[in-house]
């Protein structure tokens, strides 16, 4: 139901009293943040019971490698239209414990995303690729750090603009909350 794909499990003919079997069900939310709703069947299909299991919005997304040219010239097709910005006021303490490491921790916990090696050497700057699972549409991050204005800016851009408004919140949610 609701636009997934669900590949099932096997019947199983007998449970007996207070045992349990384990089984695998594979769920392709095809880049929908909607449930996946079926019944689970029983005492012959004569009774049923609904079950509805959401997926986690960084979870519909994969690592996908670009390097800094790759990812520029990805980000010029992904401008205007497909750009999410936000940003998110930090202490100076905050400011001082971000660098590559506790960033990507931060992203990571919203997204299984990889980051972009950069050439530049700037360190203020920090980029981040994935793409959906489903459709392979490209999500780009960009993370700056505006260190005089104690801010930490945020832009999303991908042609999925409902799941990168959402991953947008995620992120800007983790780096609010920083101690």
Known sequence: K????IDGFNDIDILPSNASIVAS??????DKTQPASFDISFDGRQLSTPLSISCHVGELFEQKFLN????????????????????VNVSETQMGKLNFTSIQTKVLQCANITSVPLGS???TIYRFSGQTISSKALVLITIQLNI????????IN?????????????IKQTFSTMT
């Open 121 to 123: 050497g700037n360190s």
């Open 148 to 155: 005089p204005e104690l801010t930490v800016n945020l832009t």
């Open 2 to 5: 609701s636009g997934v794909n």
């Open 25 to 30: 069900i594979g769920i392709d939310f095809n």
């Open 68 to 87: 800094e040219q790759q990812f520029n010239q990805s980000l010029a097709h992904l401008r205007g239209m497909n750009e999410i910005t936000d940003s």
């Open 158 to 170: 991908s042609d999925r603009l409902v799941l990168a408004t959402m991953l947008l919140k995620e």
